[in-house]
């Protein structure tokens, strides 16, 4: 970023400290405040000014502006204007006391200050919290913390990162090597290395670093923490790593994840607003809108109330429209988030193993033994059933039947009740059976179910989509694209079928066709809705997902919009849902999952057909990638999830300890 100024509250051009303190005054005598001249007028003064108004109320009225402010004021209104009054470092080391101290440790806050501070933020923080409090700010972080993560906050309380002018060429090949030798080529991880490099190193030296490492491991270094750290210190080192490649993004993720869901984080709405107000608000603003596809002003309107609403949108400094053209900082972010999703090779991986001591026959007569007699014994059924690979299971169904002349299916079916039969049943069938069953189910009865063949389509390869035509139509005599043709319309099902002929583009990347198709959608973008849509589906249906990548990529330089934004904006209904599913699973597919498990589950009801159709299907080929990405954009594990959110109307508790072991753990 250049040195433009990037915030929303800028000193006032007519200050008058005196004024603005009988202002202020006057607003507090009495029986009552005037609340609405009290958020104005500190709203529209940078924190300089603040502090001189504050002086000056001292001088005229002979009492603390804060200590009147703490006394008229409630709530998290009265949160969000103690924060603005506070000089910056004070404000940080109030958030870094109230983190750690008492029974608990907000270790998101501490992770959020410390790794987006530059150097002269943190030691002006280390100065003010001796100040404020008579104490040491490291020795209270050391007390409150442990392993890896204490000694990374150490690390960046000791402010002295490299400077951005740093830039070490000869250094930066070696220090991407240095990281892949300290986690993905070796077993276990050296975190040492991890964090000398990632907490000393510039800012500009080490986003050179990250696209080298890309270059030699073949995956971001984001997936590579993901995998190889774990916990607090994961989180830590993610944040690290985002500050570094964008601090706007980064507090455009956190100020979502604030407001997203039941409840409102308002601790950390209130810090990110009061400290980025004077510093990248703007740019923010802008990344918000990238990632999220709404406006950060519309999602602060909708979350929140009163005078704590205004007096963020003040701080907010108004609304953007969701297909404007991207500041030069988004536009960049947006090139280089394509960039990196077309250069990583991300290692899939799987929850569900095949059991290394199977024996086909013994699960076989212990099944029958499970569901023989009076009562059945869910308990061995469900271990059996989530501990075998799906190849194995299918071994099962042959020798249940040819050892003891049943069809293992049907007794199943007899024995298990509602989601928990549903869910064994899923397990049970081989995926091309359990993709055309899920498929029969959206397309059946009176309502279809676009999400479900949306993301069915969109999300499977070529082979395992022609298996799943072939297994409806042995089981529905019934081909899969006449059931489409029949239950759908217009664009939705052109789209459909073309995606239902497993025919995507398999060959190698051409950079000359690729800037060909990027320039074509960005015509497309002036065009007619029909027009747009057919060359629109013309090109995400058919091509491969690598060429895809660059093609959205080049989008970006072709037109300075996000794909993402214009589907949004000038798409509607189901086209504009199969529109996006492509976009997400091109350029991430456990995330675009995640999203849809945390659909499935959050609000009033659990949608199970859902959450049943991706813990099956995903199960054993990149569950647990989807797990990282569920916990790194929901801030809560999908183990958690699935506790909590599979409580209501499961009596028995089986079919939750069924989804959780397919889960494969707590992250």
């Known amino acids: ?173 070696q220090d991407a090597q240095d990281l892949y030798e300290a986690g993905e080529a070796q077993w276990g991880t050296d975190e040492a290395k991890f964090i000398m490099l990632l907490g000393n190193r510039s800012v500009t030296h080490l986003q050179l670093v990250f696209d080298e490492y890309q270059k030699i491991a073949e995956k971001s270094i984001e997936d590579s923490i993901k995998s190889e750290l774990s916990g607090d210190f994961e989180t830590l080192m993610l944040a690290v790593v985002q500050c570094i490649r964008s601090k706007p993004m980064f507090f455009a993720r956190r100020l979502y994840k604030s407001m997203k869901g039941l409840g409102t984080a308002d601790n950390t709405l209130i810090r990110i607003m009061v400290s980025r107000s004077e510093i990248d608000m703007l740019d923010i603003r802008e990344c918000f809108r990238l990632r999220y596809e709404k406006s950060l002003h519309n999602m602060i309107q909708d979350d929140t109330s009163g005078e704590y609403k205004r007096s963020l949108l003040k701080l907010c400094g108004g609304d953007d429209d969701i297909a404007g053209e991207f500041f030069p900082e988004a536009a960049q972010i947006a090139y280089k988030m394509w960039e990196i999703s077309a250069m990583t090779k991300v290692q899939l991986r799987g929850t569900v193993q095949p059991n290394p001591n199977f024996d086909p026959a013994s699960d076989a007569q212990a099944l029958r033994k499970a569901m023989k007699g009076f009562g059945t014994d869910e308990d061995t059924i469900i271990d059996i059933v989530t501990q075998r690979s799906n190849a194995q299971r299918q071994e099962i169904r042959q020798v249940f039947k040819s050892l003891l002349g049943r069809d293992l299916m049907a007794d199943l079916k007899s024995e298990l009740s509602k989601n928990l039969q549903r869910l064994i049943l899923g397990l049970m069938m081989s995926p091309a059976e359990f993709d055309a069953k899920m498929m029969k189910k959206a397309i059946e009865g009176a309502g279809t179910d676009e999400h479900a063949l949306i993301e069915i389509l969109v999300s499977r390869s070529n082979q395992e989509i022609q298996k799943m035509c072939a297994a409806y139509r042995s089981a529905f005599k019934k081909s899969l694209e006449d059931a489409i043709a029949s239950d759908t319309s217009g664009h939705f099902k052109r789209i459909l079928i073309s995606l239902a002929q497993g025919a995507r583009e398999e060959e190698a990347v051409d950079m000359g066709r690729i800037l060909e198709d990027a320039q074509a959608l ?58 996006f599913a492509i976009v997400r699973s091109v350029k991430n597919q456990p995330s675009y999952f995640a999203d849809r498990l945390y659909k499935a589950m959050k609000g009033l009801g659990t949608d199970d057909r859902a959450l049943i159709r991706i813990m099956v299907s995903r199960s054993e080929i990149d569950l647990f990638n989807i797990r990282k990405e569920f916990k790194e954009t929901h801030d809560a594990s999908l183990h958690e999830f699935i506790q909590v959110e599979t409580l209501v109307g499961d009596t028995s508790g089986d079919y939750r300890k069924t989804l959780l072991i397919l889960c494969g753990g707590e992250d």
């Open 522 to 579: 960005a015509d497309a973008c002036n065009a007619d809705s029909g027009d747009m849509e057919d060359k629109f589906m013309s090109i995400l249906c058919t091509r491969s997902f690598p060429h895809l990548r660059r093609v959205f990529q080049e989008f970006v330089r072709c037109s300075n919009k996000d794909i993402e934004l214009i589907i949004k904006k000038e798409m509607s209904g189901d086209v504009k849902n199969a529109m």
């Open 1 to 173: 970023m250049g040195k433009e100024f990037r915030g929303t509250v800028k000193s006032h051009p007519d200050f008058d400290a005196n004024s603005d303190a009988e202002v202020l005054y006057n607003a507090m005598e009495g029986f009552g405040s005037d609340k609405e001249a009290i958020l104005d007028l500190i709203t529209s003064r940078s924190n300089a000014q603040r502090q001189e108004i504050r002086s000056s109320y001292k001088s005229l009225f002979g009492k603390d502006l804060i200590d009147d402010l703490k006394y008229e004021l409630t709530g998290k209104f009265e949160r969000l204007i103690i924060g603005l009054m506070r000089p910056p470092a004070y404000h940080d080391a109030k958030e870094i006391k109230d983190a750690i101290k008492g029974a608990g440790t907000d270790e998101k806050c501490l992770i959020e200050i410390l790794a987006s501070r530059t150097n002269e933020q943190i030691h002006n923080l280390v100065a003010a919290y001796k100040d404020a409090y008579g104490r040491d700010i490291e020795e209270d972080v050391i007390g409150d913390t442990s392993g890896h993560f204490r000694k990374m906050l150490v690390v960046l309380l000791q402010g002295t990162r490299e400077e951005d002018d740093v830039v070490s060429e000869d250094l930066v090949e």
